[in-house]
Structure formats: structure tokens, C-alpha cells
């Protein structure tokens, strides 16, 4: 396989007390799902911000789909994850006032995407995603798995190398958490590569295909899991 991302030797300092994550190596190939996991203050989220190029390592290199994220400027990461990366929250992060398809449609208008072809992709991954009828409605009538299912639609509209997911369960009941796990493994076994940081086991082992712990920001364990396709 090929590797999608790589992270080669990385620290991450906060101040003066220990790295939130201390000289971690990684890859991920193409078509792998990721669950990045352990305690919390482990180091999860700093690495998943860190490959969205949210933040900056303070020593090490990471390249995602050929792309060296550690040195870029704001507006270059800016334009990485239009291009590369779609992001999924815990709480959603959808704009109330704009219908569903209008928040679908939102990143593809930010990345110049022709408008027709933009309003194909988001009635295509409305329908594949089960909430089509729910495309003229504001997300504040939805249910928490159907605006995390609206999250990632939109998350997906420019077509991204990589997803990556900040405990996309988090927010939701028991039964909207199963439907999230089971749309995340439909998406990786339809080829998309995923990197998800998640405290819910459920999650990890129901739609990852490799787990990683991470202890003090360093990986503890690193195992594949046998996933039924």
C-alpha cells in the first residue's frame, strides 16, 4: 500500500513541561482507518491537529498525500485541508442559519468549486449518506446523528484524501453512536482513509482496521484489527 501520511521523528512542546507528544513516528497508507486512542492528556488531539495542520510540531516532518504540512504558512494550511482533509468535530460545528445542503456546500464554495458541480456532489453524498430529505432544513431540527451524518457530507464535498474525526460519538446517544460507527465503516470499506481520535472502544473496534495508543505522547501499542468486510 501507499502511504498517505507520514510522520517521521515528530515532538510537540507546550512551554516548559514534558511534550504533549515526544518523537513519534507514524504512517498511514491509503485506504487504512486509524483510531488514534488512550487517556486523556495522551497526546490524541494534538496529533490529529497536527496532520490537519492546525498546529505546527516543534520538531520532526509530516507529509500528507505528498503535501509537507510542517512548514506551511496559515493560508497554505488553510488551502491543505480545503484540498486534502475533511474535519469532523464531536459537537458538529454546523452553521445554524443555513439549510443543510447550504452547510454541505459551504467548503466547496470556499475552494472555488464550479456551482453546478457543487450542488451535484451535495445531492450525491446527501443521498448516500441517508439524509436527502432533510436537505431544505436547518440543522437545529435534526437529531444529533443525522447533523453529524450532515457534518460529514460536508466534510466529504471536496472529495479529501483523508478524513479525519475528533471523537465523532462524543456528543450522541447510544443509539445515533452505533449509526455513526456504522456510517464511518461503510466510508473506509468504500475506500475512504480515515483518522479518527476516539475515547469509546465501540467505535475503535467496529470501524478502525488499526488501533494506536498513545501514553504520554508516545505510541504504547500500534495493532491491526480484523475487520469483517
Do not use: W
Amino acid at each position: 500500500m501507499t502511504s498517505l501520511v507520514e510522520i517521521r521523528d515528530v515532538t510537540k512542546s507546550y512551554g516548559a513541561g514534558p511534550p504533549a507528544l515526544n518523537n513519534v513516528s507514524l504512517t498511514v497508507d491509503a485506504g487504512e482507518a486509524l483510531a488514534i486512542t488512550g487517556p486523556s492528556g495522551s497526546g490524541k488531539s494534538t496529533l490529529l491537529n497536527l496532520i490537519a495542520g492546525l498546529d505546527k510540531p516543534s520538531v520532526g516532518k509530516i507529509t500528507v498525500d505528498g503535501v509537507g504540512v510542517d512548514g506551511m504558512t496559515e493560508a497554505a494550511s488553510a488551502r491543505y485541508r480545503r484540498a486534502k482533509v475533511g474535519l469532523v468535530f464531536q459537537f458538529f460545528n454546523l452553521l445554524d442559519d443555513l439549510t443543510v445542503r447550504d452547510n454541505v456546500l459551504l467548503p466547496a464554495q470556499l475552494s472555488g468549486l464550479a456551482k453546478d458541480e457543487a450542488r451535484r456532489r451535495a445531492t450525491v453524498l446527501l443521498e448516500y449518506l441517508g439524509i436527502e430529505t432533510h436537505a431544505d432544513a436547518y440543522p437545529g431540527r435534526l437529531s444529533g446523528g443525522e447533523r453529524q451524518r450532515v457534518a460529514v457530507a460536508r466534510a466529504l464535498i471536496n472529495r479529501p484524501a483523508l478524513l479525519l474525526a475528533d471523537e465523532p460519538t462524543g456528543a450522541l446517544d447510544t443509539a445515533s453512536g452505533r449509526d455513526v460507527r456504522a456510517l464511518l465503516g461503510e466510508l473506509n470499506r468504500d475506500g475512504q482513509t480515515i483518522v479518527l481520535v476516539t475515547h469509546d472502544p465501540a467505535l475503535a473496534e467496529s470501524c478502525a482496521t488499526r488501533i494506536i495508543e498513545l501514553v504520554d505522547g508516545r505510541i504504547a501499542t500500534d495493532a491491526a484489527v480484523a475487520v469483517a468486510r
